[in-house]
């Protein structure tokens, strides 16, 4: 077995095509997860009980159960609930829900890293809650995980992959067309993992670039 | 759908599905332990051109999504189109990758100075090796290994998309015979729960063991 160059001039479109699909899947879940994460974290410094005790629990599942089931559990699952969901909505759902929960637990760590003192700080110039962790907590603690979060992003690009089995067009599914039409394993799941490593190296300069960018603060600028 | 329908599918998901999955990770775990403990001695040392070519497998490896990973070991590898192989060894290589990275991690976190306090009380440097740096470092990488492990585990589910059929190759199969997804995919997800939140709970102990080995019992705020 050997990589054939001219089964790639011809089908490398359908490659392309993956890419931008992986790459729109990519950023749409990076927005929906950090959002969704975030919001989840911020929950959890209300510190309510019941409300505790069930984000817990879903925190627990997110990062305990494979992606896979989740997947599949949201695609075939919820609509025998009489919930229909289009696959990129599904697709979206499932990975936002996964890495939401990780990403959580990520910004529950920034946040109890900062000192009891800015809660108080914040009382003593009579703010409430709400607004303690949108002006005084969330900036603080989203500078602090930058770089936890820059490094997960690669993580959910990786999760992209897993929606070849719900037949979204992205790199793996492109690359399985490829080699059911031509047989030619390498060539196909090859350029597959060179794109994946292509772009996983242009996520970690961007990333790096966003960490040295926030080093010193800008989170705080913004808000 | 009444009771005994529910036992039936746990009964099968368990038997069919869940020892499966249970049969890969042992082997998988082991040889992906070897690469990693190999792999992790090997850099630490900073072979020229070995270091680099285990730097880029350790790089791709990170870089390539686990379930292209199977399709190459099913297709592109000589694997002789089994399954369980193909599955076996794309979890070696990619999880061997992160757990050489977590063993080069604790074997360079340990201070230059215990080999100089090593060598200052004559030992050799298979001595020290033996008494001063390995005790320390199997401290130091247990908790990640074992929250390797349970990467690993969560992992085994994307060997059903080379058709080895494990637990949730299982509930695709027995929802495609029943047409019931809710109850066969939460009882899929209970399996892999269980498992994984038991081998957390592990991992936290070795961590809060290995934090009072190295910084003693006193309580030490916000370590706890």
Redesign the interface.
């Known amino acids: 077995?050997h990589f054939e160059f001219h089964v790639l001039a011809k089908h490398y479109p359908v490659l392309l095509k993956g890419l931008v699909v992986t790459i729109e899947y990519t950023l749409i879940c990076l927005v929906t997860s950090l959002c969704f994460g975030t919001f989840i974290a911020i929950l959890r410094t209300f510190r309510i009980r019941l409300l505790d005790f069930l984000l817990i629990a879903y925190i627990?599942?997110g990062r305990?159960?494979?992606?896979?089931?989740?997947l599949?559990?949201i695609f075939?699952?919820l609509p025998?609930?009489g919930i229909s969901l289009s696959t990129p909505v599904a697709a979206v759902l499932a990975i936002t829900l996964n890495e939401g929960a990780f990403i959580a637990e990520i910004v529950r760590g920034g946040i109890q890293s900062i000192s009891r003192g800015q809660w108080e700080a914040a009382r003593s110039v009579s703010m409430n809650r709400v607004q303690a962790v949108r002006h005084i907590i969330l900036p603080q603690a989203l500078n602090k995980v930058i770089p936890s979060l820059v490094g997960h992003t690669?993580y959910i690009?990786?999760?992209?992959?897993?929606l070849?089995?719900i037949a979204v067009d992205e790199?793996?599914s492109a690359?399985?067309y490829i080699?059911d039409m031509t047989l030619s394993?390498?060539t196909a799941?090859?350029s597959?993992?060179a794109m994946?490593?292509a772009?996983?190296?242009v996520l970690q300069h961007v990333g790096s670039r966003v960490e040295r960018a926030f080093r010193y603060g800008e989170v705080l600028k913004w808000t | 759908m009444d009771l005994t329908w529910h036992w039936n599918i746990l009964r099968i998901l368990f038997l069919k599905g869940f020892i499966p999955t249970v049969k890969l990770v042992p082997i998988a775990m082991f040889l992906a332990l070897l690469v990693g403990v190999v792999g992790g001695s090997l850099r630490v040392l900073r072979i020229p051109v070995l270091n680099h070519l285990l730097g880029i497998y350790a790089?791709?490896m990170?870089?390539?999504?686990?379930?292209?990973?199977m399709?190459?070991c099913y297709?592109?590898l000589p694997t002789g189109r089994n399954p369980m192989n193909a599955a076996i060894l794309a979890l070696v290589l990619s999880n061997g990758a992160y757990m050489m990275e977590i063993v080069r991690g604790g074997l360079e976190a340990i201070d230059r100075g215990q080999h100089d306090a090593a060598k200052a009380v004559a030992m050799n440097f298979w001595q020290s090796i033996r008494y001063i740096i390995l005790p320390q470092a199997v401290l130091l990488v247990l908790p990640a290994l074992v929250g390797q492990l349970?990467l690993l585990i969560?992992?085994?589910?994307?060997a059903?998309?080379i058709g080895y059929v494990e637990l949730?190759k299982m509930?695709?199969n027995l929802?495609g015979s029943t047409m019931?997804?809710?109850p066969i995919?939460?009882y899929?997800?209970c399996f892999?729960?269980v498992v994984?939140?038991s081998l957390?709970w592990v991992a936290d102990r070795c961590e809060r063991i290995t934090k009072e080995r190295i910084m003693g019992k006193a309580p030490i705020h916000g370590l706890a």
Not at chain 2, 62 to 69: A, D, E, K, S, W
Not at chain 2, 154 to 158: D, E, G, N, P, S
């Open positions: 077995m627990n599942i305990e159960v494979p992606l896979l089931v989740q599949y559990f075939f699952g025998a609930l690669s690009l990786k999760d992209t992959a897993i070849t089995v790199i793996t690359a399985g080699n394993s390498l799941f090859g597959a993992a994946y490593v772009l996983f190296w | 790089y791709v990170r870089g390539v999504p686990t379930i292209l990973l399709f190459i297709f592109v349970v969560k992992v085994t589910a994307l059903s998309v949730t509930a695709l929802n019931s997804p809710l995919f939460f899929s997800g892999y729960f994984c939140h957390k």
